[in-house]
């Protein structure tokens, strides 16, 4: 499945906060969208999901223009992962992961067995049954990330969309997430996710889209975008590359700045 963002322009207010932004992307994979705090990350995902209109260009998914789709169709290709998510109400972690179903089900009706199953199933896949029956509003911030991505796949998209995942997580939780994420693309989701520090771990093959005051600086795989030369520009300071691998001899590549 293929997502083809051409010369997407969108914003606020007639204000446009992304510009003539274009990248394909295959379900399967990895893309992060990486840029300081107002480069047009959020702009871009809330567009992709069709909170705010596009102002120009288009979103197609194999071919078909998303702009064309309602609410319920969308939510059959993608589910949205946010940064922050503080319910009024203190549902349980199941009922909060059972509300990704909502797009599967009839007007007025109510989730079934089936539903509660592909529930306890979610939370399996990420860790976390023992919280099942916890209040979400009682959880950790770690706790609920998780919580948010089995709704996320309870939903069954093909793509999820994941505004800044690690956020205000701390390092050991952050690597778990990422482990999840990696994992899910194995299993064929297409992962999109945003973040502000050029800190995460790359693998070469993911995509990675950089922009800059809402316009693209470069896009490609990582092996050729996550350059000292590209991070300069989008941060305006100086960096340096830095490469290693992992247990299983893949390779990594993180960024330093440069000091002194």
Not at 21 to 33: A, H, I, M, R
Not at 36 to 51: E, V, W
Request: glycine share 8%; hydrophobic share 35%; with cysteine.
């Amino acid at each position: 499945m293929i997502l083809d963002v051409k010369n997407l322009s969108s914003g606020y207010t007639k204000k446009l906060s992304i510009r003539d932004v274009s990248f394909k992307f295959e379900s399967g994979n990895v893309l992060c969208v990486l840029g300081h705090n107002g480069s047009g990350k959020s702009t871009l995902f809330k567009t992709l999901l069709g909170f705010i209109p596009k102002e120009s260009g288009g979103v197609y998914i194999d071919g078909e223009d998303i702009s064309l789709w309602n609410s319920k169709k969308t939510a059959e290709y993608f589910s949205y992962i946010p940064q922050n998510h503080n319910p009024v109400f203190g549902y349980s972690v199941v009922d909060v992961v059972v509300m990704g179903r909502a797009g599967k089900l009839g007007f007025m009706s109510s989730p079934g067995k089936r539903d509660f199953e592909k529930a306890e199933n979610a939370l399996k896949r990420v860790g976390i049954s023992y919280l099942k029956n916890r209040r979400y509003t009682e959880l950790s911030g770690g706790e609920r990330k998780l919580v948010l991505i089995a709704r996320a796949l309870c939903q069954e998209a093909k793509y999820m969309i994941m505004d800044e995942p690690t956020s205000d997580l701390d390092f050991v939780k952050s690597q778990l997430i990422y482990d999840i994420i990696r994992s899910l693309a194995d299993e064929g989701y297409g992962i999109i996710l945003s973040t502000h520090a050029p800190d995460y771990p790359f693998s070469d093959n993911d995509s990675l889209l950089i922009l800059k005051k809402g316009r693209t600086v470069d896009f490609g795989k990582a092996k050729n975008v996550f350059t000292a030369k590209n991070l300069e520009k989008a941060y305006d300071m100086p960096m340096e590359i830095l490469e290693t691998k992992d247990s299983k001899g893949n390779k990594k590549r993180m960024c330093v700045v440069v000091r002194g």
